[in-house]
């Protein structure tokens, strides 16, 4: 168990529509990361937020959007649902971010499936 | 553009076979390269390596890395079931921020 939180585990929905994923980074740390595994792309940064503040973007949709909040935790919101968003959503923490290698622990995961 | 690639995609073997992972990368400022083994959801760590020619091992598991060459192997000696698994490769991009680049993942399986 690495001490990051998510949830859903399982989440099944429509094309079309809008669902939030919610991250409790481990206790301490700072820096939150969120990332995408589906098949066809394999593990895929989103996004990193540090202490609120977003730090780094990576291949992140428009549709997409996130934010942590004064409590650290951090939400991933998914909108207007394809059906190529079906995948893992992996939530990881680190104590700090971008001045030196940070280990990254990760979360169980978000499955989302997009019918 | 950042890039790490990994060979095979998909490998099958026998217990006790020793098998070789590959991982070769493109990557600006490169300090470290990362292994992770992910079976059924989060990867989970397996090695670090910062410096060229200086084997990391664990058990069965060994790694090292070649920084002129831009490479990394995994080695998995006398494999065992729980062995099978994806094994990820990914590099930290650190920017005044921080991301990690991974490849597309071997997927091994070890038939008994």
Same mark, same amino acid.
């Not at chain 1, 949830?7 to 700072?30: E, F, N, Y």
């Not at chain 2, 959801?41 to 084997?55: C, D, Q, R």
């Not at chain 2, 990391?56 to 060459?69: A, V």
């Not at chain 2, 590099?91 to 005044?96: A, D, E, K, L, S």
């Given at each position: ?27 301490? =740390? ?9 098949? =066809?792309?394999?593990?895929? !940064? ?17 549709? !997409? ?5 004064? =409590? ?32 990254? !622990? ?10 | 553009?950042?890039? &790490? &690639? ?40 397996? +090695? ?10 664990? %058990? ?19 494999? /065992? ?9 990914? &590099? ?5 921020? /921080?991301?990690?680049? +991974? %490849? /597309? ?8």
């Amino acid at each position: 168990d690495s001490g990051v939180t998510q949830t859903p585990k399982h989440l099944i929905t429509a094309t079309g529509q809008r669902v939030t994923l919610r991250c409790s980074p481990r206790s301490g =740390d700072l820096s939150v990361y969120w990332y995408q595994q589906s098949l =066809d792309q394999g593990l895929q !940064f989103l996004i990193q937020y540090y202490n609120g503040e977003e730090r780094a973007k990576g291949n992140i949709l428009e549709r !997409f959007s996130a934010q942590q909040f004064p =409590d650290l935790h951090s939400e991933l919101n998914l909108s207007s649902l394809e059906l190529g968003d079906s995948a893992l959503y992996f939530c990881a923490s680190s104590e700090e971010a971008g001045v030196k290698y940070n280990e990254q !622990f990760f979360g169980p995961g978000t499955r989302l499936t997009v019918l | 553009e950042d890039k &790490v &690639v990994q060979s095979p995609l998909s490998l099958v073997v026998h217990e006790g076979d020793t098998v070789t992972l590959n991982c070769s990368y493109e990557v600006t400022n490169f300090r470290s390269l990362l292994w992770y083994k992910q079976e059924k959801k989060a990867p989970t760590f397996l +090695f670090m390596l910062t410096s060229s020619g200086i084997e990391k091992k664990s %058990g069965r598991l060994s790694s090292i890395l070649d920084k002129k060459e831009l490479f990394s192997i995994l080695n998995i000696t006398a494999t /065992q079931t729980g062995d099978s698994a994806v094994y990820l490769c990914a &590099v930290p991009i650190i920017q005044g921020a /921080q991301k990690l680049v +991974f %490849g /597309q993942g071997t997927r091994l399986t070890i038939n008994p």
